[in-house]
């Protein structure tokens, strides 16, 4: 049979085939964007239980590797029992997560909820005492047209609607409860599905690679199965380490604003421990809240837990980040900033923690291709060999 397309110009016709449908497809992306964000984002919804184990696989996988390597050799001593030894792992690493949620929700909580009810009385009484202050000074200056009366009035109007909030607050609970509800019920599916991920890891691990095998070339499955271990790595000793990190910040927080008689040191040290989690803009994010509150409260406060916070996020960028974290990422504050601001305007919370691993893989993605390009050409691979690079116009170089 005659093929249609000639030998010698078969790669050529290929390759401006696929540039045309690379091309349909951006255009078909750019028109249609809203409807396959809508698609994306049901079927991100629909696999949170799955999204969530596979988070919780990550988190759970270095101590059940600990514990498993531990049983292993306890149980060689006498006769290796290798699956016992992954049950048993795994189930003192899921009842070691179980414990700390418990612990965190019997002591933290309730204090944490003391905090809140005797916050807010406050910030309404401070809320109280500057709408008189500022209709003092209006009184005082005589600013009162009649267009400032009712601005008066309206002050007023606003105060107490906002101390009438009985209806509002009702449904604020329906709503916080049903959403709590789904959270609960996604994270023991996710629970679930990250028990049996841990249990047979290497069987799905297996089972990826026979897919992989069976689609693609061996030098191609090679290289896939090399990266996804290097996203492991990246992903579960960012997030892993991430999390130790923040623990770690909320404590010390915690200890400090007890020893300096800060007001409502349990709120506080919860708010800047969660925030933490996200990277570079973190501290920022749970330090202004606080010190908002504390402002309200006692300015002289407020003061001392902004040097306070300041001196720990120092320490934790140089000292304690570092040393917990390592080198899993190799980004520069730059990209570190520019994947957070991209990954948060895209998915929210969960862009902002998960984007920078992900570009931090993309990064190392696209360097490795480029330093096997300058390989092949005889050229230097480091970025100081080209920061002096000539810059010769084409003309003067012949």
């Known amino acids: ?73 306890l149980f060689s001593r006498r006769k290796p029992h290798p699956k016992l030894s992954r049950v048993l792992a795994t189930a003192l690493a899921v009842l070691l997560l179980l414990a700390l949620i418990t612990g965190f929700f019997a002591i933290l909580v309730p204090q944490l909820v003391n905090s809140i009810k005797m916050v807010v009385p406050r910030i309404v009484s401070g809320i109280q005492e500057e709408s008189e202050f500022i209709n003092e000074l209006l009184l005082k200056y005589n600013f009162l047209t009649v267009e400032g009366e009712q601005l008066v009035i309206s002050w007023d109007n606003i105060v107490a609607q906002v101390l009438n909030y009985r209806n509002v607050l009702l449904e604020s609970i329906m709503a916080v409860s049903g959403s709590i509800y789904t959270m609960v019920f996604q994270f023991l599916m996710g629970l679930i599905a990250a028990i049996y991920l841990l249990l047979d890891k ?92 504390l402002l309200i409260i006692n300015p002289m406060s407020a003061l001392w837990f902004t040097i306070f916070i300041v001196v720990l996020q120092q320490i934790d960028g140089n000292v304690i980040g570092p040393f917990i974290l390592g080198d899993y990422v190799g980004l520069s504050a730059f990209w570190i900033m520019l994947s957070i601001l991209v990954g948060g305007k895209l998915f929210g919370f ?30 230097a691979t480091g970025v100081d060999d080209y920061v002096h690079a000539p810059e010769v116009p084409p003309e003067e170089s012949k």
């Not at 991430?242 to 910040?249: A, F, G, N, R």
């Not at 902002?352 to 490795?368: E, K």
């Open 1 to 73: 049979m005659k093929k249609l397309i000639p030998q010698e110009t078969r790669a050529r016709t290929m390759s401006n085939l696929t540039v045309v449908c690379a091309g349909i497809l951006l255009a078909a992306a750019i028109l249609y964007f809203d409807r396959i964000w809508k698609g994306v984002s049901r079927v991100v919804g629909a696999a949170s239980p799955l999204l969530i184990g596979l988070g919780i696989t990550f988190l759970l996988l270095p101590p059940v590797n600990w514990l498993d390597r531990q049983f292993n050799r």
């Open 202 to 293: 290497e069987r799905f691990c297996g089972i990826v690679k026979k897919a992989c095998y069976a689609l693609f070339k061996p030098e191609t499955c090679t290289t896939l199965i090399y990266w996804t271990r290097r996203a492991n790595t990246i992903f579960a000793g960012f997030i892993s380490g991430k999390v130790l990190d923040s623990l770690i910040i909320g404590a010390i927080c915690y200890v400090g604003l007890l020893l300096m008689r800060i007001e409502y040191p349990v709120l506080i040290s919860v708010i800047v421990g969660l925030t933490n989690i996200i990277p570079f803009f973190g501290p920022y994010i749970g330090a202004i809240p606080s010190i908002l509150i």
């Open 350 to 379: 969960l862009g902002m923690l998960l984007s920078v691993p992900v570009f931090a893989l993309f990064y190392a993605i696209v360097r490795t291709l480029l330093d096997d390009r300058l390989k092949k050409k005889g050229l």
